[in-house]
């Protein structure tokens, strides 16, 4: 429908992208064991409202859904290859209290649960036929923002979520990682975000240490392009661990309805070559379509609409890739 070469089926079997692992809504029901509602708010957007994690209550913690249980039935569907998305255990790392002990299950047995989770999470996506997985980080960013109405974001916790991340890549074979990508962005809810304003260029360095075969970097949004694409082409690697690092770039701007030309996205990827080596670019679609499954979608004005925004944004996407192929001569 698109002609793109590898699809999704964009979390629209989920409550949203975060919580699909731990409960059945958003309004908390159908948790899994062991939480109960009211946690930490995962982030407060910039037109002031959140979106709010459940709480732990005990040990131990194990997913009740896992990626695969949704991608066995959209593959059914599916003429190209999959890529499924998987949260990240960083993201769910918040589950647990930021400044007090839950009885009997102290938080470094509680963040074993989350790892492992992950990893399992990952490997029964590429057993359910998966082409590639892509790990959801889009709390990296809030985690260098200091808001005060939101504690976990001042405790410097941007190191100890790469090294939870790093735990499960570091669990799977180099020749796996190829296929295994981080994605980054400043969120995307109810045309709103939750941290545009942490320079991107600051979460980069950490973002790159991580032994991942691909980015999907949220950019096309980004107001100061260069330094971001600077920081792209400075710390991203050739060989991480014996894999080298793709670059997807965003190119398409699901907040905007405004639909980016292939000529556009052209010009943005040819721009981007002068920084990032072509033949380690690519391109992806910013975050934002309907990462929750209760954003109305308020600067497109119906949600049929912006779903078809959506497909002509990724038509285009597809065609302007081409095209800056073509141009860069790969």
């Not at 290859?81 to 993201?91: E, G, H, N, T």
Request: hydrophobic share 35%; charged share 25%; proline share 8%.
């Amino acid at each position: 429908m698109v002609g793109s070469a590898i699809v999704s089926d964009g979390d629209q079997r989920w409550s949203s992208f975060a919580t699909y692992p731990i409960t059945d809504t958003l309004a908390d029901t159908g948790l899994a064991p062991n939480l109960a509602p009211g946690g930490q708010y995962f982030t407060i957007f910039a037109d002031g409202h959140h979106r709010q994690l459940p709480r732990l209550t005990g040990g131990p913690f194990r997913y009740k859904t896992y990626a695969a249980d949704g991608l066995r039935k959209s593959i059914t569907f599916a003429t190209r290859p999959m890529k499924q998305a998987v949260i990240s255990p960083s993201m769910l790392a918040l589950l647990y209290p930021l400044s007090e002990e839950v009885a009997d299950y102290p938080r470094e047995a509680f963040e074993a649960h989350p790892v492992g989770e992950c990893e399992k999470d990952v490997r029964q996506a590429f057993e359910a036929g998966a082409a590639r997985v892509s790990i959801d980080f889009t709390e990296g960013r809030p985690a260098l923002r200091e808001d005060p109405r939101n504690p976990w974001t001042g405790a410097g916790m941007l190191p100890h979520f790469i090294d939870l991340i790093s735990r499960v890549l570091d669990r799977v074979p180099p020749e796996q990682c190829v296929n295994i990508g981080l994605r980054t962005c400043p969120g995307g809810d109810r045309g709103s975000v939750h941290s545009a304003d942490v320079p991107y260029t600051s979460l980069l360095p950490s973002v790159f240490r991580l032994n991942a075969g691909y980015s999907l970097i949220q950019f096309a949004s980004e107001r100061e392009k260069d330094p971001v694409l600077q920081a792209i082409g400075e710390h991203s690697r050739d060989d991480a661990n014996g894999v080298p690092q793709v670059c997807f770039i965003g190119v398409t701007n699901f907040q905007n309805p405004r639909v980016e030309s292939p000529q556009e996205i052209r010009d943005l990827l040819v721009r981007a070559a002068r920084f990032i080596p072509k033949e380690r670019l690519g391109a992806t679609d910013d975050c934002g379509f309907s990462p929750f499954s209760i954003d109305e979608k308020p600067l497109h004005g119906s949600l049929d609409y912006a779903r078809d925004v959506a497909f002509q944004k990724i038509r285009n996407r597809v065609e302007g890739a081409r095209m800056a192929a073509e141009s860069l001569g790969v």
